[in-house]
């Protein structure tokens, strides 16, 4: 029964956002039952695509991608996939009227991981706007229910809330990035000298995204409001910790949130959430 191969596949979207991504996934169950599964399968696509440039290596990335890639076009064409996550997602794209150029814009920034390992800021730029923002503008979709006067209204918050997200990930995974892959995103900053300095003007700069972003959160509806104000203070935390760090520590570690204090950041959201303080 089709309806039964479906079900598996948004659990096999969803169980990928569990085993990757606790905060991430956190965020996601608080969201409105009807479009939860939807956000899950925007994370599944999106999370295999990245597993293929930053962790197959003893395999052939490019080859792969390619497929990953055509695999989705045939996928969203025909409007089923014998891959559960690109099943998924095709029916998200179908639902909400997903671009097909968010789609060739993700997969763009993917195939930059390929073979770019330094960035002059045209190039950060686009890889941002591919690998971050227009993921954010994908789960705006599914967020207004495919309305198109609120997308337009929100789809500047969201993509600077993306990309705050992912500057902060660049942040946050230094060491894997630079020391393990020699990739250096941000441009005109020598990570092998990286100094304070250097690292409070990404901040800075990832300040004023999370403040654009944030304005977006407020208007959201009420169904997935909660949600992506939830992620927004995870992120929030984190940078907060990672100003509070060394720049050449951030190097040498991975700097998180444990468990427990992203619960605590739940239940502190969650009645500011309740008491109508977001």
Do not use: W
Not at 210 to 224: D, N, Q, T, V
Not at 230 to 239: C, D, H, I, K, T
């Amino acid at each position: 029964m089709k309806a039964l191969f479906d079900e598996t596949s948004f659990k096999t979207s969803r169980l990928t956002t569990e085993l990757y991504s606790t905060s991430f996934s956190l965020g996601t169950k608080f969201l409105a039952d009807d479009i939860r599964d939807a956000i899950y399968g925007i994370y599944g696509f999106v999370r295999f695509a990245d597993e293929i440039v930053d962790t197959f290596h003893d395999y052939d990335k490019p080859y792969l991608l390619e497929k990953f890639r055509n695999d989705t076009y045939e996928a969203i064409e025909q409007k089923i996939s014998l891959n559960p996550i690109l099943n998924s997602f095709q029916h998200v794209v179908h639902k909400y009227n997903i671009e097909r150029q968010l789609i060739d814009t993700f997969l763009e920034s993917m195939a930059m991981d390929l073979k770019k390992f330094e960035y002059n800021q045209k190039g950060y730029e686009q890889y941002i706007l591919g690998s971050a923002e227009v993921v954010g503008l994908m789960c705006l979709r599914v967020f207004v229910y495919g309305d198109d006067e609120k997308y337009k209204e929100l789809e500047y918050s969201a993509m600077k809330l993306g990309a705050a997200f992912q500057k902060i990930n660049f942040l946050r995974d230094l060491k894997a990035d630079f020391k393990g892959m020699g990739r250096s995103y941000f441009p005109g900053v020598d990570l092998s000298n990286f100094g304070d300095s250097e690292k409070k003007k990404i901040e800075k700069e990832i300040m004023m995204d999370f403040a654009e972003g944030y304005a977006g959160i407020l208007r959201l509806p009420k169904s997935s409001r909660f949600g992506v104000y939830l992620a927004y203070l995870y992120f929030f935390q984190l940078l907060k910790k990672i100003q509070r760090t060394d720049a050449q520590k951030i190097l040498t570690k991975r700097i998180r949130i444990a468990d427990p204090r992203k619960y605590v950041l739940f239940v502190e959201s969650y009645l500011k959430h309740s008491l109508n303080l977001i």
